[in-house]
């Protein structure tokens, strides 16, 4: 099996800026010429996310609205004492820090409106790093 890993790097804005990485990761399974296995998207550290969203704006706004009414900012979190940026964290771990998409005939497999986005959840704008690791045949 071979097994290829590489680092994407960007900046964000701050609170639930939405960053499309679909091209990117792409981009990456298209030059570790593995045929058929599986595309890991990993985003090291506790305050960002990966997840699958369509490209639609009216969509990515009701996505930021529907993250802060489930977890809303300064609702009392015992972290907000130290950092203040406790929602950061609780909506990081409801959305989760990776994400595994098959890859056949050497093609990320999704659905056609389905794109791959990292999810700012800090309070403030970050220099980002997320890992694609590209596994397979």
């Known amino acids: 099996m071979k097994v290829v890993t590489e680092e994407l790097r960007f900046s964000t804005k701050g609170e639930i800026d939405?960053?499309?990485?679909?091209?990117?990761?792409?981009?990456?399974?298209?030059?570790?010429?593995?045929?058929?296995?599986?595309?890991?998207?990993?985003?090291?550290?506790?305050?960002?996310?990966?997840?699958t969203i369509e490209h639609e704006r009216g969509l990515l706004e009701d996505f930021k609205r529907i993250l802060?009414?489930?977890?809303?900012?300064?609702?009392?979190?015992?972290?907000?004492?130290?950092?203040?940026?406790?929602?950061?964290?609780?909506?990081?771990?409801?959305?989760?820090?990776?994400?595994?998409?098959?890859?056949?005939?050497?093609k990320v497999v999704r659905g056609i409106w389905q794109q791959i986005f990292f999810v700012e959840l800090d309070v403030r704008p970050r220099r980002r790093r997320v890992i694609v690791q590209v596994m397979g045949e």
Not at 20 to 40: A, F, H, P, Y
Not at 74 to 91: E, Q
């Open 68 to 106: 802060k009414e489930i977890v809303p900012r300064g609702a009392g979190y015992r972290h907000d004492l130290i950092d203040n940026n406790a929602h950061s964290h609780l909506r990081a771990t409801i959305l989760g820090p990776s994400l595994v998409l098959p890859v056949v005939e050497g």
């Open 18 to 51: 939405l960053v499309d990485i679909t091209s990117e990761v792409e981009e990456i399974v298209e030059r570790s010429e593995i045929k058929n296995g599986q595309v890991l998207v990993f985003v090291p550290g506790a305050t960002g996310a990966v997840v």
